[in-house]
């Protein structure tokens, strides 16, 4: 009995833990997809483009409509800052745990 536990355990737990991440790594990369998109937008409104992302930048998107809500924080660590510029074309939100990737 103890030992079928332990067994069922350790085919649960290893396969627990990638879904988990892999779908905090998902929210993640499609809040900050939503935050890339929303910059694009008031950027072909606005003359003045914005060129990096912050708390103050957040405020224009949210207070401008472009965003409709603050963007969500899947995991502890979460947090959205830009990197790169228009100008070279490499823009990009990136997140200090899941970086730029997709996943
Ligand atoms: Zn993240």
């Given at each position: 009995m103890f030992i079928g536990l332990l067994v069922l355990l350790a085919i649960i737990i290893p396969n627990t833990r990638p879904v988990h991440e892999d779908s905090t790594a998902s929210f993640c990369y499609s809040s900050r997809r939503r935050v890339e998109a929303a910059i694009e937008m008031y950027n072909m409104d606005?003359?003045?483009?914005?060129e990096r992302y912050g708390p103050a930048e957040e405020i224009l998107l949210l207070s401008g409509k472009y965003l409709t809500e603050r963007p969500g924080?899947?995991?502890?660590?979460?947090i959205y800052t830009s990197s790169g510029s228009f100008e070279t074309g490499d823009f990009k939100i990136v997140c200090p745990v899941h970086g730029t990737a997709i996943r």
């Open positions: 606005q003359s003045v483009m914005m924080f899947p995991s502890i660590g979460c």
